[in-house]
T-cell receptor, first 116, second 111 residues
Framework: GAGVSQTPSNKVTEKGKYVELRCDPI?????LYWYRQSLGQGPEFLIYFQGTGAADDSGLPNDRFFAVRPEGSVSTLKIQRTERGDSAVYLC??????????????FGDGTRLSIL | GQSLEQPSEVTAVEGAIVQINCTYQTSGFYGLSWYQQHDGGAPTFLSY??LDGLEETGRFSSFLSRSDSYGYLLLQELQMKDSASYFCAVRDLDSNYQLIWGAGTKLIIKP
């Protein structure tokens, strides 16, 4: 596809459950980012992948959150023992390269996660 | 730590010009970006300033003054489709060069 694809677009689950959110970046983009956005706020950085490795995971709020990108393209954000405070829109973005060089990030439409 | 301030809401008339300001506090500043986000949509990149001055891209321009830790986004010939939220975001040393975002400015355009 031409853009960043995120699935599912919406996810509703009960507190305590496990969820997986998927991101399919633009083909050839080596840098991939996960953000979390709450209503009325800007995106909050979670984790950055350069290729297959997590180059910066300093934004992950706690050890319930984990992300992988095993083949350097599709990434999965995993949340264990979900809490109501995890409810937010989870955004994925990709760019051709990462690092300190500024490159526009291309975002998906996000997954709206609701924890009941 | 880092902080960014931008107005929460701005209202303007179709066809007019509007300026959205952003002030920031960072260490090791490494550029100011602007993104547009329509309700329920994905943020889309608008512009980037690393050096002082004005960058123009069509109807949109962005300005940066590093000495004042200040920038703005200027939108000209406003169209109804420009109704959206606009975010400034900075990259700096403290954030490992990751984007740190403001809370966004909701632009309301009236006919």
């Amino acid at each position: 596809g031409a853009g960043v694809s995120q699935t599912p677009s919406n996810k509703v689950t009960e507190k305590g459950k496990y969820v997986e959110l998927r991101c399919d970046p633009i083909s050839g983009h080596t840098a991939l980012y996960w953000y979390r956005q709450s209503l009325g706020q800007g995106p909050e950085f979670l984790i950055y992948f350069q290729g297959t490795g997590a180059a910066d995971d300093s934004g992950l709020p706690n050890d319930r959150f984990f992300a992988v990108r095993p083949e350097g393209s599709v990434s999965t954000l995993k949340i264990q023992r979900t809490e109501r405070g995890d409810s937010a829109v989870y955004l994925c973005a990709s760019s051709p390269m990462g690092g300190i060089e500024n490159q526009p990030q291309h975002f998906g439409d996000g997954t709206r996660l609701s924890i009941l | 730590g880092q902080s960014l301030e931008q107005p929460s809401e701005v209202t303007a008339v179709e066809g007019a010009i509007v300026q959205i300001n952003c002030t920031y506090q960072t260490s090791g500043f490494y550029g100011l970006s602007w993104y547009q986000q329509h309700d329920g949509g994905a943020p889309t990149f608008l512009s980037y300033n690393a050096l002082d001055g004005l960058e123009e891209t069509g109807r949109f321009s962005s300005f940066l003054s590093r000495s004042d830790s200040y920038g703005y986004l200027l939108l000209q010939e406003l169209q109804m489709k420009d109704s959206a939220s606009y975010f400034c975001a900075v990259r700096d040393l403290d954030s490992n060069y990751q984007l740190i975002w403001g809370a966004g400015t909701k632009l309301i355009i009236k006919p």
